[in-house]
């Protein structure tokens, strides 16, 4: 579904904090056996919204199956699975001040209110002077998170005297050692983040609404509303979109040119079996949520494409190595992301349980046609292995 409200109010002509803040809220270690039967996928629209409402973003869209609800949010994303809930917002939004809330809502379907584990995971930002409370800087947002989670760990991957590491806080899983080691043998888990900057000027200008059209192929129709959505944002009573047909699969302009810059930039060749939710903002930015149909697992892009501040982050937990529908044998390479970008830089975060690494952890290639790597570090955090690299062009 498609809030049309929210999807017509949008502009993105300033400066942008690109890189996000991505929580993550485990309420069991598998979605089986949920409370009110459905677990987290009980709650409501309006409840998240009013999490949201917190975090300072709206939902501009919704698209889901029987095992993930995926929010394309103002500010990037949130996914709901019965067990687990994933918060990925962008700008200068308060996601730490969902947490209560999260867990307010999580106890109303019948969850304890000790989450299971918790994640919660940044790269350096851009423009950190323009954070608010309680993320004006890491020690304050892990001062924030100790206040919810006595047992917290927090860390700084990298180099910590360049702006390129990366930010991690862990919540010990509630359960005791015994357990923990019968859900490590058990648990398949796997989250792989690229994240980039200094994004080629070429690849930028496919995020660019104004240059999207004819060079993208787009249809008559499609091209016609995009005429109609550029020529209204030069009026500066309209800061987005206005409505387009209803013979669209999408309702509003953004979702239209959200599905032209999907489909010719190449994000919808990278999992060709995905159902994918994009938007592309006046004047320019870009966000979809994605998921395999009949499955769990996700993947979400975001793009701020200006110059000043250019920044593309791309996240799946969909296995590096995995078989499709027709039983063929996929393993995704760093290229098949960042050739869509080009990056200057970007950092990997392979982020897997003990059994998932067990049997993966050499399945995604550190390496990239054209670019050098510089850094590569592995973590070992008891049922989960972390491996980080960055990357130069």
Request: with cysteine.
């Amino acid at each position: 579904s498609v809030n049309h409200r929210e999807s017509v109010k949008l502009d993105s002509s300033d400066a942008f904090e690109g890189p996000e803040k991505l929580l993550e809220v485990w309420f069991a270690p598998f979605p089986v056996d949920m409370p009110n039967g459905t677990g987290l996928l009980s709650i409501s629209r309006d409840q998240w919204e009013s999490m949201l409402d917190l975090v300072q973003c709206k939902v501009l869209s919704v698209v889901s199956n029987n095992m993930l609800r995926a929010f394309l949010l103002s500010e990037s994303s949130m996914f709901v699975f019965p067990h687990k809930l994933i918060l990925k917002t962008c700008g200068t939004t308060t996601l730490l001040v969902g947490i209560e809330r999260i867990i307010e809502l999580a106890t109303s379907v019948g969850f304890s209110s000790d989450p299971y584990q918790l994640f919660y995971s940044r790269k350096e930002f851009l423009f950190p002077d323009r954070q608010l409370h309680p993320h004006r800087s890491w020690e304050e947002e892990v001062s924030h998170l100790d206040q919810y989670f006595p047992d917290g760990a927090a860390y700084s991957i990298g180099k910590v005297n360049s702006p390129h590491h990366w930010h991690l806080y862990m919540k010990n899983a509630s359960c005791s050692p015994t357990e923990a080691s019968e859900v490590i043998d058990e648990l398949f888990d796997e989250t792989l983040e690229i994240l980039m900057t200094d994004l080629s000027r070429t690849k930028c200008s496919n995020f660019f609404a104004g240059r999207i059209g004819a060079a993208h192929k787009a249809t008559a129709e499609e091209t016609a509303i995009i005429d109609d959505a550029i020529v209204s944002s030069d009026d500066d009573s309209i800061n987005s979109f206005g409505p387009c047909t209803d013979s669209l699969v999408a309702h509003d302009s953004g979702h239209v040119l959200g599905n032209v810059v999907c489909r010719e930039s190449g994000i919808a060749n990278i999992y060709p079996e995905a159902i994918i939710d994009s938007f592309t903002f006046l004047p320019c930015g870009y966000s979809c949520n994605g998921f395999i149909p009949d499955s769990d697992k996700y993947l979400t892009i975001h793009v701020t494409p200006e110059e000043v501040c250019s920044y593309a982050s791309f996240e799946t937990n969909v296995p590096v190595s995995a078989t499709d529908s027709t039983g063929r044998k996929t393993t995704l390479s760093l290229n098949d992301v960042v050739d869509i970008f080009l990056p200057g830089r970007f950092s990997v975060t392979l982020f897997q349980s003990k059994r998932s690494a067990n049997k993966r952890l050499n399945s995604l290639k550190l390496t990239a046609a054209g670019y050098t790597r510089v850094d590569r570090i592995v973590h070992d955090f008891g049922g989960y292995e972390l491996v980080y690299a960055d990357f130069v062009r």
